[in-house]
């Protein structure tokens, strides 16, 4: 059973739609990270959200983080094909060991 | 590019062997995490060192072993080395010991492929 769980698993879409996805845990977070990861990379961090209700906003991405600490999600607004990639969401749990935990990502493709 | 080197980048080896995977973390990074990326696990933590010693483990195979040296570069070596074995290894830094405010930073990886 996977901590965090990420859906969809897998989104395609055209250009200009907007996009939500969704990372869920029964288990509370004292911070939670999104990452991106392309094809032949390491995931590169986008944000971190530590406090319930927040909202951080990147360009055309908007993460928020559930009043409970338990679940987040990251909306793109108008997707580019160069926001194609993995998304995964990585959390730490309270009094835990601080290793960030991985879902398994949503893999998105945005075509032109 | 997140200042994390990785070495090799591929390895093709046989079942049975031993292989060395190496890391130089981000300067200043005193934490170095391996992670193994597989396409039904997803990203799970191995191991954790933190300036030279063993700070916390997860899902690491008695097979499998890693150390942190002086220099902060680590290694992770991989024996008696199994088909299942075949994976993305991920080293990531950060500059502290708890990974939960601190981000992590990824090298490309090392892509294991066990014949």
């Known amino acids: 059973t996977q901590l965090l769980e990420q859906s969809p698993q897998f989104l395609s879409i055209q250009e200009g739609e907007n996009l939500t996805v969704y990372c869920n845990s029964s288990s509370v977070f004292s911070s939670l990270q999104w990452y991106r990861q392309e094809p032949g990379e390491g995931p590169v961090l986008l944000v971190t959200?530590?406090?319930?209700?927040e909202v951080k906003k990147l360009k055309r991405l908007t993460f928020q983080f559930g009043d409970a600490r338990k679940d987040s999600s990251l909306h793109i607004t108008a997707a580019q094909p160069g926001d194609t990639g993995l998304y995964l969401c990585?959390?730490?749990?309270?009094?835990?060991?601080?290793?960030?935990?991985f879902g398994r990502g949503t893999s998105l493709i945005v075509h032109p | 590019d997140s200042g994390v080197t990785q070495t090799p980048k591929h390895l093709i080896t046989a079942t049975g062997q031993r292989v060395t995977l190496r890391c130089s973390p981000r300067s200043g990074d005193l934490s170095v995490y391996w992670y193994q990326q597989s396409l039904d696990q997803g990203l799970q933590f191995l191991i954790q060192y933190y300036n030279g010693e063993e700070r916390a483990k997860g899902n690491i195979l008695e097979r499998f072993s890693a150390q942190q040296f002086p220099d902060l570069h680590s290694e992770l070596n991989l024996s008696s080395l199994e088909l299942g074995d075949s994976a993305l290894y991920f080293c990531?830094?950060?500059?502290?010991?708890?990974?939960?405010?601190?981000?992590?930073?990824f090298g490309n990886g090392t892509r294991l492929t066990v014949t």
């Open positions: 990531a830094s950060s500059v502290e010991g708890t990974g939960g405010n601190s981000p992590l930073h």
């Open positions: 959200v530590v406090t319930g209700g």
């Open positions: 990585a959390g730490v749990t309270t009094g835990g060991s601080y290793i960030p935990t």
